[in-house]
T-cell receptor
């Protein structure tokens, strides 16, 4: 079957750096996306990795290693407003495209 | 600014009633997704369309759910008859990546079936 794993919770202090890992076991892997969701809000797209390596967008970076079936989201200079849930999502090509979301990582940023 | 618009934002209905949720994707996006989010199951893909054609609805209970795109500016998700277990937040998202990555979500419809 298809599965994604990410930690359920991470806590960090304001100004610090935090890394949220995502490992997957899938067939037909095509790409990895990251989304942020605040309580009561909608998922917001953060980044997409179709190729191995690092993608940087401001304070956020995302990394993918296809050979290790692994990716991570790196958040730098943490701010209180970064407290939210973060989801990795894999795009699969299994004869047609499909997206599966991980269960999400709840990030708590402390002062 | 461009955004995905969903209506209604909240819906409370009695078991057995029909529910219709609507979505206006971002202009120019050719792929539209319907997701359901619950505490127990997380985010589940129900159906998606590319250029208005349904590509995958394997995540949707076929006996009671149906999804359509009557035109490029409107996607609908219907539940008939609704059941309490359908209570969830339903999100519509749109994008241009055929693989479903980089999708932009609407604010969701919070459905409660009593």
């Amino acid at each position: 079957g298809q599965s994604l794993e990410q930690p359920s919770e991470v806590t960090a202090v304001e100004g610090a750096i935090v890394q949220i890992n995502c490992t997957y076991q899938t067939s037909g892997f095509y790409g990895l996306s990251w989304y942020q969701q605040h309580d009561g809000g909608a998922p917001t797209f953060l980044s997409y990795n179709g190729l191995d390596g690092l993608e940087e967008t401001g304070r956020f970076s995302s990394f993918l290693s296809r050979s290790d079936s692994y990716g991570y989201l790196l958040l730098q200079e943490l701010q209180m407003k970064d407290s939210a849930s973060y989801f990795c999502a894999v795009s699969l090509n299994t004869g047609g495209f499909k997206t599966i979301f991980g269960a999400g990582t709840r990030l708590f940023v402390k002062a | 600014d461009a955004r995905v618009t969903q209506t209604p934002r909240h819906k409370v209905t009695e078991m057995g009633q029909e529910v219709t949720m609507r979505c206006q994707p971002i202009l120019g996006h050719n792929t539209v997704f319907w997701y359901r989010q619950t505490m127990m199951q997380g985010l589940e893909l129900l159906a998606y369309f590319r250029n208005r054609a349904p590509l995958d609805d394997s995540g949707m209970p076929k006996d009671r759910f149906s999804a359509e795109m009557p035109d490029a500016t409107l996607a609908t998700l219907k539940i008939q008859p609704s059941e309490p277990r359908d209570s969830a937040v339903y999100f519509c998202a749109s994008g241009n990546r055929q693989d479903g990555g980089e999708a932009f979500f609407g604010q969701g419809t919070r459905l409660t079936v009593v």
